[in-house]
């Protein structure tokens, strides 16, 4: 995070505050928050896209009421897609037009809510679906902006768990196939309660590679054009989804809101130019490069197991519950000592948690300095995304707080949970 520095006796301090004073006032694991940091990222994809375009924040990278005060006041907008993040939404006061819904199976509760709330847009996902919402909105008198899921075929250069836009996955209408244009028609013969507004493509997660994006809007407004020819109308609206990369490790080479945004809209332009379409509003969907950077884990060292010739095991007091990222995505990340500077020699460990599985990695290898004990304090980077959102009780283990910090003052936005937390809902 920026706001990130280390005290004079060599702790790590974030917003101020030194990591030793946080973590015994909020104990460890916490996943700590900068919040400068976080309004700062904002203010970076607003003023890059600027007042032509909308920058929808993924609440499913990480979403809490603070969350969304902060995306309201820096003029973001908010991506959901369950009834549970709708719901946060709302309850932190996004205004519902600036919501956009998204999910491959919607429930019709989830679509009722989003449609009596008023949000701003759902992007429908399959033939089913376009039907249900239609009766719903029209049960409510209620005329729904829809954008059409299209599936444009691109494979994006990640993990392919995350990578949503080839042909053989859950999302969206195909375009090779012929369904996006088929689910326009099914849109179209809906007018009292469905209008269309545009077509939605997401390619991935954690891209560092541009030209994914460059086939992407290439396909979308390819789309625009075949629904002019076909229809006689020019949609107003593309969305072109998230998926933009962070570092995680000093290898990771992110780019910029700023150097994202004049990529897409050259892109964009270039497109319509060659369609000779009137450049439609753009929208983006960043979830961990808004949040990920934003967030470290403290976690407390409880045991170093040297394996003679084999490697060292350094155990913290979280893991797969707090972060499955390493576990599920094979994910790199990476950790520093925290709580105090050491001159010792750097040795090669691997950071585990401490659940019931030898797959319960935070850190694969790493290099820490070889006179950790237990009491240290261990920082994680780059936790802010999809981190306390994916985090389980597995073992029982209840979930770390999530505190945000800002001007040496600390505040928790989502408390720990504790014993009793996970018994209440055990009525047997
Ligand atoms: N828009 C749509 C329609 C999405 O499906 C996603 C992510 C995003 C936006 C935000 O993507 P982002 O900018 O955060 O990459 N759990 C995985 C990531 C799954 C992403 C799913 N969709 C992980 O931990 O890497």
Not at 8 to 37: F, H, N, Q, S
Not at 60 to 85: H, I, M, P, Q
Not at 310 to 319: A, K
Not at 393 to 411: I, L, T
Request: charged share 25%.
């Amino acid at each position: 995070s920026r706001t990130a520095t280390r005290t004079a006796d060599g702790a790590l301090a974030v917003g101020g505050l030194d990591v030793r004073t946080l973590a015994d006032e909020y104990g460890t694991p916490a996943y700590l928050l900068d919040e400068e940091d976080f309004r700062a990222r904002c203010r970076a994809w607003r003023t890059a896209f600027g007042p032509g375009a909308d920058v929808f924040y993924a609440g499913k990278a990480f979403l809490c009421r603070a969350v969304v005060r902060w995306l309201t006041e820096e003029g973001l907008n908010l991506d959901v897609c369950s009834g549970g993040e709708l719901a946060t939404a709302l309850s932190g006061g996004m205004p519902a037009a600036r919501i956009a819904m998204h999910g491959n199976n919607k429930s019709r509760a989830e679509l009722a809510k989003a449609v009596t709330s008023g949000v701003g847009r759902i992007v429908v996902d399959s033939f089913q679906e376009i039907e249900r919402l239609a009766g719903i909105a029209a049960e409510h008198g209620v005329r729904q902006k829809v954008q059409i899921r299209a599936t444009v075929g691109v494979e994006a250069h990640t993990h392919e768990f995350i990578a949503t836009a080839h042909e053989d996955q859950k999302f969206g209408f195909s375009l090779t196939g012929g369904d996006a244009a088929e689910a326009v028609r099914a849109v179209l013969k809906h007018p009292e309660s469905l209008e269309l507004i545009g077509v939605h493509s997401h390619i991935g997660s954690q891209i560092f590679d541009m030209s994914g994006f460059e086939v992407s809007a290439r396909r979308v407004v390819g789309l625009l054009a075949d629904i002019r020819d076909e229809h006689g109308v020019e949609l107003p609206e593309i969305d072109l989804g998230g998926g933009l990369g962070i570092a995680y490790t000093p290898e990771d080479d992110p780019r910029e809101p700023h150097e994202i945004a004049k990529a897409l809209a050259e892109i964009v332009g270039r497109e319509c130019e060659a369609a000779n379409l009137a450049v439609p509003r753009l929208s983006v969907e960043p979830g961990r490069a808004i949040v990920g950077p934003t967030a470290f884990t403290l976690y407390e060292v409880g045991t170093v197991k040297q394996l003679d010739g084999i490697r060292t095991y350094v155990s913290v007091d979280g893991g797969m519950s707090d972060n499955i990222r390493t576990a599920l995505y094979d994910a790199d990340y990476s950790v520093v000592l925290a709580g105090r500077a050491s001159a010792a020699e750097p040795m090669l460990a691997r950071v585990v948690g401490k659940h019931c599985e030898s797959g319960d990695i935070v850190v694969r290898d790493a290099f820490l300095p070889s006179d950790l004990a237990p009491g240290d304090l261990l920082a994680v980077p780059a936790t802010g995304a999809y981190c306390r959102s994916m985090a389980s009780n597995y073992n029982q283990v209840p979930r770390p707080p999530v505190v945000a910090v800002k001007d040496g003052q600390a505040r928790v936005l989502v408390r720990r949970e504790t014993e009793e937390d996970l018994l209440r809902l055990d009525v047997g």
